[in-house]
Every structure is written in structure tokens, then in C-alpha cells.
């Protein structure tokens, strides 16, 4: 079946360059969310997309982070100048819409910044 | 900070049931128990939700105390794949927002020996 799928899986970059991910849902799916994961830490709240409304960005750490969700459907984050503290696995979560639905997640982007 | 305390371990016989147990004792009304999985270098895998009755699917069953300050979630068989770190989580049935997104606290590390 078609899970959330997010590429690259690893992603290995040099600080100061801007790395994009990208989050492909649950087709129908129209919340989706972007958490990340360090090593060892539970998960952090980055940003949420629901339909067409304005996104939740409450949880991007700095201006540097970005993201969009064009047509409803595919997501990127983005990350200017990486810093070494950006190291992490950055996950994306889809549910079918608010209410009680649970997330489903895909496996994530592995990050790592030299 | 997650509003459940999980054991920090346990083990399990291949074969025999699992039983990891799950305290909410500040757990509110409008709030859902939602059990989640990770296995080592994979996202996190939804298992299942409840809200006061118990529930089943094709993965586990869970069992939610009366007062709904506890709960299990109950593995029927254990395999060698069920090894993974299991997060129990409360959540509001949320209608947009950050509250929406999930909090893991530190899970239990299940370990299922042959």
C-alpha cells in the first residue's frame, strides 16, 4: 500500500549549504505535519498543513526552516545555511483531517551536516 | 513534557503475550490514548487509539481502566519483529493547530527473546 514516503533517506551536506526534503502523504490525506528526531530525543513539532489553511509554524526553531505544501498534497522543508545542530532525522506525518485521526508516518530523512 | 509514564523496559517471550502498561492519571475528558511504535532506523508506526472502551485491530488490543487513568496495550502473540520502543500518548480530538501534533515521552524498549 502507498504509505507517506519522504526523500531523500539520507541526506549528508556540508554546514552553510541548503538542503531540501520532501514528504509525498497518503493520497486524500490533508493534514500533514513535519516533526524531527535526534539522536536518542523524542520528537519535536516543526510545522503543521491542514487543507488550505495557513500552516502552524510554530515549531520551526529559526528562520532558517521553511516549508510549503503546494496543491494540497507533496510538502518541503527547507533549511538555509545548515548549521551542525540541524543533524537529525526529519520525519513527515499525514491523517485524514483533524478529529481523532492518527498520523501516520513515513521513515524519514536522516540529516547530517559536517 | 509527555503526560504518560511508561517502564523504561521489558522483555517478552517469543510467542506469549505482551502486556505494556501505560499511567495517565491527568489524562482529560476530550482526550484519546494513541499507542505508537518505532523500530530501530523506521518511523514511528501507528498501532491503535481508544477513548474509554476498549479497543481491537489486526495489530493489538487495548484496555483502558474505568477511571481512565491507566491503560495496556496487549501484543497477542509476541514475534521477534514486535522488538521496537513503544509510545503511549494522550491527545486531544484536535480541530487544527499545533495541539493537534504528537508529544512522545521516552516509551518502553520491548524486547521479544526467543
Known amino acids: 500500500g502507498a504509505g507517506v514516503s519522504q526523500s531523500p533517506s539520507n541526506k549528508v551536506t556540508e554546514k552553510g549549504k541548503d538542503v531540501e526534503l520532501r514528504c509525498d502523504p497518503i493520497s486524500g490525506h490533508t493534514a500533514l505535519y513535519w516533526y524531527r528526531q535526534s539522536l536518542g530525543q523524542g520528537l519535536e513539532f516543526l510545522i503543521y498543513?491542514?487543507?488550505?489553511?495557513?500552516?502552524?509554524k510554530s515549531g520551526l526553531p529559526s528562520d532558517r526552516f521553511s516549508a510549503e505544501r503546494t496543491g494540497g498534497s507533496v510538502s518541503t522543508l527547507t533549511i538555509q545555511r545548515t548549521q551542525q545542530e540541524d543533524s537529525a532525522v526529519y520525519l513527515c506525518?499525514?491523517?485524514?483531517?483533524?478529529?481523532?485521526?492518527?498520523?501516520?508516518f513515513g521513515d524519514g530523512t536522516r540529516l547530517s551536516i559536517l | 513534557d509527555a503526560k504518560t509514564t511508561q517502564p523504561t523496559s521489558m522483555d517478552c517471550a517469543e510467542g506469549r503475550a505482551a502486556n505494556l502498561p501505560c499511567n495517565h492519571s491527568t489524562i482529560s475528558g476530550n482526550e484519546y490514548v494513541y499507542w505508537y511504535r518505532q523500530i530501530h532506523s523506521q518511523g514511528p508506526q501507528y498501532i491503535i487509539h481508544g477513548l474509554k472502551n476498549n479497543e481491537t485491530n489486526e495489530m493489538a488490543s487495548l484496555i483502558i481502566t474505568e477511571d481512565r487513568k491507566s491503560s495496556t496495550l496487549i501484543l497477542p502473540h509476541a514475534t521477534l519483529r514486535d522488538t521496537a520502543v513503544y509510545y503511549c500518548i494522550v491527545r486531544v480530538a484536535h480541530y487544527g493547530g499545533s495541539q493537534g501534533n504528537l508529544i512522545f515521552g521516552k516509551g518502553t524498549k520491548l524486547s521479544v527473546k526467543p
Open positions: 506525518a499525514s491523517s485524514p483531517g483533524t478529529g481523532r485521526q492518527p498520523q501516520h
Open positions: 498543513f491542514q487543507g488550505n489553511s495557513a500552516p502552524d
